[in-house]
């Protein structure tokens, strides 16, 4: 079973920055893709960012492109979210997920096998 470890929320204003990362420890053999979610009060959970783990390509949802930024260290099996000129609507949970039954760059939260337990990002106007 694999698991992740999220890190790196916390409270920032708005049009601050924050580093996430998400560690993954266990079988690590196999996330085809790396992802990012998130999930405000009240809200479904979204996708926000991906990853390939073999040949690091990268795709974001709309609302995040041009300010968020995928990334990953293969050595240490851990992704990162840097998050730049945060918003007030980027307030959430964010959660890291890995992709191992398929291999697609997918947006669709059921079509990760694995979740980390979650991260608060605050950001105040």
């Known amino acids: 079973q694999v698991q992740l470890v999220e890190s790196g929320g916390g409270t920032v204003q708005a049009g601050g920055s924050l580093r996430l990362s998400c560690a993954a420890s266990?079988?690590?053999?196999?996330?085809?893709?790396r992802g990012w979610f998130r999930q405000a009060p009240g809200k479904e959970r979204d996708f926000v960012a991906g990853i390939t783990w073999n040949g690091g390509s990268t795709f974001y949802a709309d609302s995040v492109k041009g300010r968020f930024t995928i990334s990953r260290d293969n050595a240490k099996n851990t992704v990162y979210l840097q998050m730049n000129s945060l918003k007030a609507e980027d307030t959430a949970v964010y959660y890291c997920?890995?992709?191992?039954?398929?291999?697609?760059?997918?947006?669709?939260?059921?079509?990760?096998?694995?979740w980390g337990q979650g991260t608060q990002v605050t950001v105040s106007s």
């Open positions: 266990g079988p690590t053999f196999n996330m085809n893709v």
């Open positions: 997920a890995v992709q191992r039954s398929l291999s697609i760059r997918s947006i669709y939260r059921a079509e990760y096998d694995y």
